[in-house]
């Protein structure tokens, strides 16, 4: 993982808290759980590391990018402004090449994505177009969501063109 941000310098008052809040009292900079940015994306990785994908700790990186920018000011048209950005995405790159290159190559599981062949699904595909056409002439399954809204009169979802939005068909677009 090579994570970015720009801390919200720019979306920041004097005292520490987001300028746009309604009710700062509820707000104590003091509380910020997280002092070291890379820790923002700590469950992103820890569900990572337990659902099986490997995220050595060496290669979770955090570089911070566009501070004292607004956020419109920090895409990535932006980031040859700041070298030392481009610098640590570079290092991060070097690094995670080396490991690939160590570690070899690596055999595939019992999963593997290249080469894999899913299954047949014959029937689930032929009850899914089923259902599909029923939505489309106005009759969802029963008890679920759509044929709750269709009581409740919240769409009109019928339509054998669905490519087109429900708001444009409502407006005659």
Known sequence: F???GDDADDERD???RPTYLRHPEYFDPQ???????RDCYAPLVWQCKFSGIEVPDA???FAAFGKEHKYSENQAEDMD?????LHAFDDWTDRFAAFVGAK?????GKYRAYGHKTPGHTWADVKLYSRDWM???GHPPAGSSPDKQQDLGLNKDETLSPKK???ERLRGR
């Open 165 to 167: 939005g429900e708001g």
């Open 31 to 37: 509380e910020e759980p997280y002092r070291d940015l």
């Open 59 to 61: 290669l979770w990186r």
């Open 104 to 108: 070899g190559k690596v055999e595939p």
């Open 2 to 4: 090579f994570c970015y």
């Open 14 to 16: 004097e005292t520490g």
């Open 81 to 85: 402004r700041e070298p030392e950005f």
């Open 135 to 137: 939505m489309r002439i």
